[in-house]
């Protein structure tokens, strides 16, 4: 994070004096979280988000840690042993 906070810092510096847009590809998990890294790192940057899904449909299950298993998922297992 340091070495990317002196690589933005760096470029803002000689952008002084004009607004700073910074476009983000993404609304996952991943690209939320680096949008709000910029603006935590660019204060003052326009930060725009650019996907073309917003919503539950931005991410799999998987990769938002939601996963959850059932007892349909697994053959020859009683509830005890899914739990």
């Known amino acids: 994070l340091d070495t990317h ?9 000689h952008f ?5 847009r910074i476009g983000v590809i993404g609304a996952g998990a ?6 709000i890294s910029v603006q935590k790192l ?5 930060v725009t988000i650019i996907a073309d899904q917003f919503g539950s449909d931005t991410t799999s299950s ?4 939601l996963f959850r298993p059932y ?7 009683d ?3 899914v739990k």
Do not use: Q, Y
């Open 5 to 13: 906070r002196r690589i933005i810092t760096n470029h803002v510096i």
């Open 16 to 20: 002084c004096g004009t607004m700073v």
């Open 30 to 35: 991943i690209g939320l979280s680096s949008a």
């Open 42 to 46: 660019v204060p003052g940057a326009k």
């Open 62 to 65: 998987g990769a938002g840690g």
């Open 71 to 77: 007892l349909g998922h697994f053959t020859g297992m």
């Open 79 to 81: 509830e005890e042993m």
